[in-house]
């Protein structure tokens, strides 16, 4: 006995498709949010970091304006006048190259695709403003020089708010090694610091919205109580660019986050 299928009633496919435009539009507004976090979290990136650049800016000015004052007292000491302008140079310079970097993670560029690891290391490093050895943080330093295939600016954000949380950590000093190397199609990049490190009930759901904790009772200079969606959207634009992020942290080690970046054409 054969049986034959009736065929959906207009309405039905009516409906079906309703529901279709519906799941549609819920996507594009689940996109506008996405792109709505990211973009607050990067503002309040650089609010922090304007804390922590406020006080650089001090140290940068006081011996310009120090040795302006000396040199302007006695305007026939050749070589002070000398030093008054090479620190006033120096500092210029560093001011500048500071500024720079700091408008360029403030910049939005979103057709970029491709990004020099070492250049996006040194300007998420320059955002900071101050030299971790001022805080006893030892930095080390190995980035192959490879182009990687994602956003620069997205790249930064993610390198940003891991060099933070590190130093939120490490409120006593310590290391930080940021390290790379190229395996066939990615790169493999390490974060790491001699911080307290992670608790293992947190690590499990560190990449999840809203997950945050306290390393330390002392924050460091600057530092704010995060909102648990650093590292959620650090995974989201990573993921968004083929790449991957997880991390490590045996008791008392300190964390390394190892991230994968695809390599660019």
């Given at each position: ?41 990067r ?19 006081t ?12 305007p ?36 970029q ?61 310590g ?6 190397q190229?395996?066939n ?9 001699t ?39 650090c995974?989201?634009l ?19 986050f190892?991230?994968q970046?695809p390599?660019?054409?």
């Amino acid at each position: 006995m054969s049986t034959t299928t009736a065929p959906p009633h207009p309405d039905e496919l009516a409906q079906v498709d309703r529901l279709l435009a519906h799941f549609d539009h819920l996507e594009a507004q689940l996109q506008e949010v996405r792109a709505g976090l990211t973009e607050s979290h990067r503002l309040a990136t650089l609010g922090t970091i304007a804390t922590i650049i406020a006080h650089e800016y001090n140290n940068i000015l006081t011996p310009m304006i120090s040795y302006a004052q000396l040199a302007l007292a006695n305007p026939d000491d050749a070589a002070l006048n000398r030093k008054a302008l090479e620190k006033a140079l120096s500092g210029a310079e560093r001011a500048a190259h500071i500024s720079s970097s700091l408008l360029g993670f403030a910049r939005d560029e979103p057709n970029q695709t491709q990004a020099n690891l070492p250049t996006v290391v040194d300007e998420s490093l320059a955002c900071l403003g101050r030299d971790p050895k001022r805080d006893g943080i030892n930095l080390t330093l190995d980035i192959p020089d490879v182009t990687v295939a994602i956003n620069p600016l997205d790249l930064q954000q993610v390198l940003l708010n891991l060099v933070l949380n590190a130093r939120k950590a490490m409120t006593r000093g310590g290391a930080l090694r940021i390290t790379g190397q190229v395996n066939n199609d990615h790169v493999a990049l390490d974060i790491a610091d001699t911080g307290p490190g992670i608790p293992d009930a947190i690590r499990e759901r560190l990449f999840e919205p809203f997950v945050t904790h306290e390393l330390t009772d002392t924050p460091a200079p600057g530092s704010q109580k995060g909102t648990g969606l650093g590292l959620c959207i650090c995974r989201d634009l990573l993921t968004r660019a083929g790449g991957k992020i997880n991390v490590t942290s045996p008791p008392g080690q300190g964390a390394t986050f190892h991230l994968q970046l695809p390599i660019g054409g």
